[in-house]
């Protein structure tokens, strides 16, 4: 099934509807939202790009993104979304790999592009250009595409902190399934609805709009193109009930400000927090200021928010016997996917114990492009081996233990970095902490702690140890405490743990607990 025919339906069905906003800036209806769509396919074949072919878009957030994107799926295209953090370097390697024939780009992120444009790509245009508005406005493609279920639509690079990023082929099947997983786990959606765009549309939040052009919602873009939690909550007041997608670090940040503030999240619908872990402490706080709003959902751009979900009545539960447990968790497998914890091996672990996640199920990618090693080393026998490493309960609730490379082994036992993060995180005095593992002669790692203390506060290394000893095993705690301003972070705000562990290679400790 081709995406545009959701937005075609949609169109005929409700076509005074309104759709796009940039603001409470209406831009356009859902009639003239699909109009713009078909024109841009029209154009698209005009120069020659045909079902198949790669499109690129390089913007930030804005409608005209949406247009973009719908365009090149009626026109049979496949979508290249790029973060429009990278640099131009960076977006110009990713749009040579796919092999893109255009590049939709904005003003901010097109200058260091250019320079790349005779290496990467035929044509760069410019969102809100008169080439954009020419591409619009002109003959339509009466017709979406025919796009089979298995034909790729979404090509996703993953964020290669290790290397150069990988292509994952996302299918028509893939998001088909995405889709049914969320309307099963986090609700439906309807002409009465938002969804608001405040985290990157090349990732999450723009692969969730699909339920919102199905349900003739209203798809709001900030006018500042991106995060900044008073805008979130003006405009959720203003334009509400909204939905959107935030990245863990982004929650945090509306938590601050709704403390400071006395907001309370008046027109804020639901919010789903996925990305990156979500601390136990931050959650309950989320929770208790803003009350029932928050889900959960689990995934990776290989088997696309589609692994687990942790539905708003989970969340906000304090009845359970174990809804701490649960609230830690990532949730339980979604309707679209089979999700195992194995050893190397492949063979089911036993209780509780951790071992690798592998998911199968329709959502699963089709494979890397152009990569047939690492498809072959991702997906075995029909199974996605994801890299993280986690537990399943008696109630098939997945406990995320970090991914297998951040993987502390001292003196021969596992430590999970996390387990020892959340035990940080209860002191008001932490903001941030992520644990590492420092190579040593004798132990084979140890721990260290690298902490961002609350502003105006600084670290009591002797404090944290003690916090430690009295709520995990004596082996699992820091060995060491580092004081940073801030920890580093890539564009999507994950903490790039590979940094710290270079770093922390070339500090020489004297002695344990050392700040």
Not at 297 to 318: H, N, W
Not at 338 to 363: F, H, K, L
Request: proline residues 5%.
């Amino acid at each position: 099934m081709n995406p545009a025919e959701w937005l075609r339906r949609t169109a005929a069905l409700k076509p005074d509807t309104p759709a796009l906003f940039h603001g409470e800036d209406l831009v356009a209806d859902y009639s003239e939202f699909a109009r713009r769509a078909a024109s841009i396919a029209a154009a698209l074949r005009a120069r020659g790009i045909v079902k198949g072919d790669r499109v690129a878009i390089l913007m930030k957030n804005c409608t005209d993104y949406l247009e973009a994107l719908y365009g090149t799926w009626w026109s049979g295209a496949v979508a290249v979304p790029i973060n429009a953090k990278l640099h131009g370097k960076e977006a110009a390697w990713i749009i040579e790999d796919a092999g893109a024939q255009l590049v939709f780009a904005s003003d901010d992120t097109a200058c260091d592009l250019v320079q790349q444009q005779t290496k990467c790509t035929k044509e760069v245009i410019l969102a809100g250009s008169p080439a954009f508005v020419a591409l619009r406005d002109g003959p339509v493609m009466p017709q979406p595409a025919s796009i089979d279920r298995d034909d790729v639509i979404w090509l996703f690079y993953t964020s290669g902190t290790t290397g150069r990023p990988k292509g994952v082929m996302i299918t028509a099947q893939n998001i088909t399934s995405m889709v049914l997983g969320y309307h099963d786990g986090v609700g439906t959606h309807d002409d009465g609805d938002a969804t608001l765009y405040a985290a990157p549309m090349s990732h999450g939040a723009g692969i969730y709009n699909f339920m919102f052009v199905m349900g003739a919602s209203r798809h709001v873009c900030p006018k500042s193109g991106g995060f900044d939690a008073a805008e979130i909550f003006n405009l959720a007041a203003r334009v509400g009930p909204v939905s959107m997608f935030a990245a863990p670090t982004m929650v945090r940040r509306m938590i601050d400000y709704a403390r400071q503030s006395s907001e309370t999240g008046d027109g804020l619908e639901t919010i789903i927090y996925a990305g990156g872990p979500m601390y136990f402490a931050d959650i309950v706080e989320a929770v208790d200021l803003l009350g029932p709003r928050f889900a959960q959902i689990y995934g990776q751009g290989e088997c696309p928010m589609a692994i687990t979900t942790l539905p708003k009545e989970f969340v906000s539960d304090r009845n359970h016997p174990r809804w701490r447990e649960r609230l830690t968790s990532v949730g339980y497998q979604q309707s679209v996917s089979r999700v195992r914890v194995v050893d190397p091996d492949g063979n089911d672990v036993v209780g509780n114990d951790i071992g690798e996640i592998v998911v199968s199920g329709t959502a699963v990618m089709k494979g890397y492009w152009q990569n047939p090693e690492a498809t072959r080393n991702a997906i075995r026998n029909g199974w996605l081996w994801t890299g993280d490493m986690g537990a399943l309960d008696q109630d098939g609730f997945l406990t995320l233990h970090d991914r297998s490379k951040d993987l502390i082994i001292s003196g021969g036992s596992n430590i999970y970095p996390r387990e020892v993060e959340e035990i940080l995180l209860t002191d008001p005095n932490v903001a941030e902490a992520s644990v590492v593992g420092k190579p040593h002669d004798e132990w084979g790692e140890v721990v260290v702690a690298c902490i961002v203390p609350t502003t105006g506060q600084r670290l009591d290394p002797a404090v944290l140890n003690n916090l430690c000893v009295a709520n995990i095993a004596r082996f699992k705690r820091p060995k060491h405490y580092i004081e940073l301003t801030a920890l580093p972070k890539n564009n999507y705000g994950k903490i790039v743990k590979s940094e710290l562990r270079e770093a922390i290679k070339l500090l020489d400790f004297d002695e344990e607990n050392t700040c």
